[in-house]
């Protein structure tokens, strides 16, 4: 079956840039796709298609694509951006629709 | 904007099935261009993806759990539901309904309900 591969952790201080990576071999054909899951809420998109932004995002999150990997960008990250991350998207197929392990972010 | 809120027991015993309803506000499952979803959430924070129906009742289930699955769709309350049958404690998670966008030229998530607790256990 398909997977999506991410760092466990990310740790950053306040105001340094965090990234996240996910790795998968269908991601230089497929878009992918970023949720944020604060505790005890349900996830929220932050990304979509690569690198676009759902309304109400602030533009500190960013996103890119290059062949096998995807990476989220969060510039200037706050206290309040501590969350799980995690990274979604399908196989080659489009039939698989899967998430990745997740990335605890820890900014302190 | 569309709000989705699942319903059903916290609590169910092996063997048993599970039923969950998903209740859709803000926007008609039967005016089509969506997809309605379920995804759980294991204790140890694995998302997986369940299956999907339309409003005509077209489904898609994920294969790992296909044989013990059934998505059903209700236009007059504009609900769909989930039953899962001979559950054992692997399917302890929360579950949540989202909404996929049709239109988009991928497949994706974009409204989730709050999710509910399932475990089950005697």
């Known amino acids: 079956s398909y997977e999506l591969t991410q760092p466990p952790s990310v740790s950053v201080s306040p105001g340094q840039t965090a990234r996240i990576t996910c790795s998968g071999d269908?991601?230089?054909?497929?878009?992918a796709f970023w949720y944020q899951q604060k505790s005890g809420q349900a996830p929220v998109l932050v990304i979509y298609e690569d690198n676009r932004r759902p309304s109400g995002i602030p533009e500190r999150f960013s996103g890119s694509r290059s062949g096998t990997m995807a990476t989220l960008t969060i510039s200037g990250a706050q206290v309040d951006d501590e969350a799980d991350y995690y990274c979604y998207s399908t196989d080659i197929s489009g039939n698989q629709k899967v998430f990745g392990g997740g990335t605890k972010l820890t900014v302190l | 904007q569309v709000q989705l809120q699942e319903s059903g027991p916290g609590l169910v015993r092996p063997s048993q099935t599970l039923s969950l309803t998903c209740t859709v506000s803000g926007g008609s499952i039967s005016s089509g261009g969506y997809y309605w979803n379920w995804i759980r959430q294991h204790p140890g924070k694995d998302l997986e993806w369940i299956g999907y129906?339309?409003?005509?009742?077209?489904?898609f289930y994920n294969p790992s759990l296909e044989t013990r699955l059934s998505i059903s769709v209700d236009t007059s309350k504009n609900q769909f539901s989930l039953k899962l049958s001979s559950v054992t404690a692997a399917d302890t998670a929360v579950y949540y309904c989202?909404?996929?966008?049709?239109?988009?030229?991928?497949?994706?998530?974009?409204?989730w309900g709050q999710g509910t607790l399932v475990t089950v256990s005697s």
């Open positions: 269908a991601l230089p054909k497929k878009y």
């Open positions: 129906i339309y409003y005509t009742g077209n489904i």
């Open positions: 989202a909404r996929a966008p049709g239109a988009s030229s991928a497949y994706y998530f974009d409204y």
